[in-house]
């Protein structure tokens, strides 16, 4: 008979296992009465990824988004948040949640629901971090005040503070800029991206398309209830490509145009598939292409949209290949 490892073994081989994702969810179904609201949906989102959860009106999101919670019994599936069944109370008490309606308690101060929240979650969150995270939402000013007396963007506000002020691991955040203005709106895409620096995994319902593609590593797009389509953005979207229009090209600038991914030409119009996504690809590449003599009347995005793309898939009903 071999022995099984010891405990210390065991301790360090579970150490060394890669993290469970944060979402994992499994042939999800819901029905009411007669009507399909989610027909076997599957995917999950990373330890420290950012996930947009897209789809028109009706499409099932905010029906995952409350199975995934605990907060709706599916039909059938399997759902695991941070490695453990989606009603265990420790796991819920690692994830923020922004309902997509929510209402806060009129009689208390922005500080007092925030305390509320930490006490169900079981945390210790220390009076100063409360407010750090009235300030992280644009709230400092108000702690004090009676939610009763907040407009609807700020009682959002308030509703990202509860999701965020216990720590999470991971957040869920059901339309998170439905009442903001577009100061709002960037501040929740800084939020997000600091979150993301933060490695907390996101989960994200959103029809801003254009907020999603900036912040986001990866959508899962539902439709009529089932997965149209999932992926990075880049596998959506295809490479990222960029179009100028130039003068003066000689063989030299042709070179070094080349040199940053596959180059197609027609007449004055240059089309690269960049090899490489970093931010200062274009600007260096214009600068090198200056430097030689070319005079650069135009430089585009040629990449399509997540709109358009997503747009592609809800028209055609399919998640196929690019159009
Ligand atoms: N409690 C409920 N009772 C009956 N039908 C429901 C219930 N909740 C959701 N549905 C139905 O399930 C389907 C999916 O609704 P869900 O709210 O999940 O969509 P959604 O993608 O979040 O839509 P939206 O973008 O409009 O918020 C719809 O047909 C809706 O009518």
């Not at 979650?121 to 009076?127: N, R």
Request: proline letters at 5%; aromatic letters at 2%.
């Amino acid at each position: 008979m071999t022995a099984g490892p010891s405990g210390e073994t065991a301790a360090r081989l579970l150490a060394e296992l890669p993290p469970s994702p944060a979402v994992w969810c499994s042939g999800l179904r819901k029905r009411y009465r007669r009507r399909t609201a989610v027909e076997d949906v599957s995917f999950s989102v990373g330890r420290g990824e950012v996930v947009g959860l897209l789809g028109p009106n009706g499409a099932g999101k905010t029906s995952v988004v409350k199975i995934l919670l605990g907060l709706v019994r599916p039909d059938a599936g399997e759902v695991l948040l941070l490695g453990r069944p989606a009603q265990d109370p420790r796991a819920r008490a690692r994830v923020g949640y922004l309902p997509e309606l929510f209402r806060y308690q009129p009689w208390l101060s922005a500080d007092e629901v925030l305390r509320l929240h930490v006490r169900l979650t079981g945390a210790a969150v220390p009076e100063g971090e409360r407010r750090e995270c009235l300030a992280l939402v644009g709230l400092a000013d108000r702690a004090g005040d009676r939610v009763g007396g907040f407009s609807k963007g700020m009682q959002q506000r308030l509703g990202l503070a509860v999701a965020l002020v216990a720590r999470p691991e991971l957040v869920v955040l059901d339309e998170p800029t439905s009442a903001l203005d577009p100061l709002g709106r960037a501040d929740v895409r800084d939020l997000l991206l600091s979150l993301k620096a933060r490695e907390v995994a996101v989960l994200v319902n959103s029809h801003l398309i254009s907020e999603v593609e900036r912040v986001c590593d990866r959508v899962v797009i539902l439709d009529k209830g089932r997965l149209a389509a999932s992926g990075t953005l880049q596998e959506l979207l295809g490479q990222q490509e960029v179009r100028l229009r130039l003068d003066g090209v000689t063989a030299r600038a042709e070179a070094r145009l080349a040199a940053a991914g596959g180059l197609t030409r027609e007449g004055n119009s240059f089309t690269i598939a960049l090899a490489d996504e970093d931010t200062a690809t274009v600007p260096d590449l214009v600068a090198d292409l200056v430097a030689l003599g070319v005079r650069v009347h135009a430089v585009e995005p040629a990449r399509i949209t997540l709109e358009e793309r997503l747009l592609g898939i809800l028209r055609t009903g399919s998640g196929g290949e690019r159009p």
